[in-house]
T-cell receptor, first 111, second 113 residues
Framework: DAGVIQSPRHEVTEMGQEVTLRCKPI?????LFWYRQTMMRGLELLIY????????DSGMPEDRFSAKMPNASFSTLKIQPSEPRDSAVYFC?????????FGPGTRLTVL | GQQVMQIPQYQHVQEGEDFTTYCNSS?????IQWYKQRPGGHPVFLIQ???SGEVKKQKRLTFQFGEAKKNSSLHITATQTTDVGTYFC?????????????WGLGTSLAVNP
């Protein structure tokens, strides 16, 4: 198995632009998590899905952030419009039940 | 609210010295997991502790879960340069279908050769 796949690995964009981050979880894992990591706030859970259904989105910063999981093998995290304070590494992780398997992350820079 | 405190934030040791990081929760945990993140990498699962007072070992790493299931520790004996990275604890409150982990801020370990 290739593990959790995220794209793009790096994204540089300008303030106000729309950003879409993509994740393909490990096949058979029924939970998917989106995290944001910064030096200041550490690893923050944004949202997680069970069986493609959003369960807890209390960590989503504001209406500019949205996440979807249209099927068991794909999820997106969208930021519209992006702001410089959104600059961070965004991780997707999938889980069969207990342990979480992280993707390599997307490093987002908003200028 | 549910919060997991982790100390110290940073630790710098000489190769061969021991290292310990501690996690504390104000309320009882269902279980606790430990992850390691190498510089520039992503968190990688190390272990999960479930039972009160549980102790697990992985080579030079020893993991403990407190009797009250509110605290945990990771101890590394005789550190090596390959141990460099950030160690996170992550606690789960309420078993069952809750998959959410509450993460500590991590302890960054630097090892001088």
């Amino acid at each position: 198995d290739a593990g959790v796949i995220q794209s793009p690995r790096h994204e540089v964009t300008e303030m106000g632009q729309e950003v879409t981050l993509r994740c393909k979880p490990i096949s058979g894992h029924n939970s998917l998590f989106w995290y944001r990591q910064t030096m200041m706030r550490g690893l923050e859970l944004l949202i997680y899905f069970n069986n493609n259904v959003p369960i807890d989105d209390s960590g989503m910063p504001e209406d500019r952030f949205s996440a979807k999981m249209p099927n068991a093998s794909f999820s997106t995290l969208k930021i519209q419009p992006s702001e410089p304070r959104d600059s961070a590494v965004y991780f997707c992780a999938s889980s069969p039940y207990n342990e979480q398997f992280f993707g390599p992350g997307t490093r987002l820079t908003v200028l | 609210g549910q919060q997991v405190m982790q100390i110290p934030q940073y630790q710098h040791v000489q190769e061969g010295e021991d290292f310990t990081t501690y996690c504390n929760s104000s309320t009882t945990l269902s279980n606790i997991q430990w992850y390691k993140q190498r510089p520039g990498g992503h968190p990688v699962f190390l272990i999960q502790l479930v039972k009160s007072g549980e102790v697990k070992k992985q080579k030079r790493l020893t993991f403990q879960f407190g009797e009250a299931k509110k605290n945990s520790s990771l101890h590394i004996t005789a550190t090596q340069t390959t141990d460099v990275g950030t160690y996170f604890c992550a606690g789960r409150y309420n078993a069952g279908n809750n998959r959410k982990l509450i993460w500590g801020l991590g302890t960054s370990l630097a090892v001088n050769p």
